[in-house]
T-cell receptor, first 115, second 111 residues
Framework: KAGVTQTPRYLIKTRGQQVTLSCSPI?????VSWYQQTPGQGLQFLFE???????NKGNFPGRFSGRQFSNSRSEMNVSTLELGDSALYLC??????????????FGQGTRLTVV | QKEVEQDPGPLSVPEGAIVSLNCTYS??????FMWYRQYSRKGPELLMY??SSGNKEDGRFTAQVDKSSKYISLFIRDSQPSDSATYLC???????????WGAGTKLIIKP
């Protein structure tokens, strides 16, 4: 069974630009969560999508947005990039059936560098 | 105060030692507890998953939950250099699916 696939793996962008990251969850998984990971702040929750609807949202500015498609694939967009957005962006999928099967399985991440 | 506290380390131990990693939490509603291992430049991978209190063993790894003390532990027996990684705890309640994460403990196993 294929794991969580994130593309691209590495990205270099300039301040002020916008970026879109992609995540394909494990087949059959309907929940996709996005995280930002930096050395100083650790793993910070961005948002979760389930059945194409945002179900939870972390404490990030509106420049960070996402969406989920009918095939459960998800994209995350960051507009007007700032130097502080440089981080490893991780996507995690889970089966999420009722209260069970909520363990998160992570992709390799997209390392974003803003210069 | 953070909901989940985890010492960032680094924790350095000799090969073969028993390692104890811990997290404390403040929310008594947490029922699901997970341990993840993250190697450098990789995504976290799920190691152990427990529900409510008690112990769970998987090979050299044992996860322990003490809900009365709001304290969870991960023990690694016969530690190997390949166990060197950052270990993150995560947990959630019954009604909210959002995982709350510890900061992660960097573990170094010296050959």
């Amino acid at each position: 069974k294929a794991g969580v696939t994130q593309t691209p793996r590495y990205l270099i962008k300039t301040r002020g630009q916008q970026v879109t990251l992609s995540c394909s969850p494990i087949s059959g998984h309907r929940s996709v969560s996005w995280y930002q990971q930096t050395p100083g702040q650790g793993l910070q929750f961005l948002f979760e999508y389930f059945s194409e609807t945002q179900r939870n949202k972390g404490n990030f500015p509106g420049r960070f947005s996402g969406r989920q498609f009918s095939n459960s694939r998800s994209e995350m967009n960051v507009s007007t990039l700032e130097l502080g957005d440089s981080a490893l962006y991780l996507c995690a999928s889970s089966l999420r059936t009722g209260k069970m099967n909520t363990e998160a399985f992570f992709g390799q991440g997209t390392r974003l560098t803003v210069v | 105060q953070k909901e989940v506290e985890q010492d960032p380390g680094p924790l350095s131990v000799p090969e073969g030692a028993i390692v104890s990693l811990n997290c404390t939490y403040s929310n008594s509603a947490f029922q699901y507890f997970m341990w993840y291992r993250q190697y450098s430049r990789k995504g976290p991978e799920l190691l152990m998953y427990t529900y409510s209190s008690g112990n769970k063993e998987d090979g050299r790894f044992t996860a322990q939950v003490d809900k009365s003390s709001k304290y969870i532990s991960l023990f690694i027996r016969d530690s190997q250099p390949s166990d060197s990684a950052t270990y993150l705890c995560a947990m959630r309640g019954d009604s909210n699916y959002q995982l709350i994460w510890g900061a992660g403990t960097k573990l170094i196993i010296k050959p």
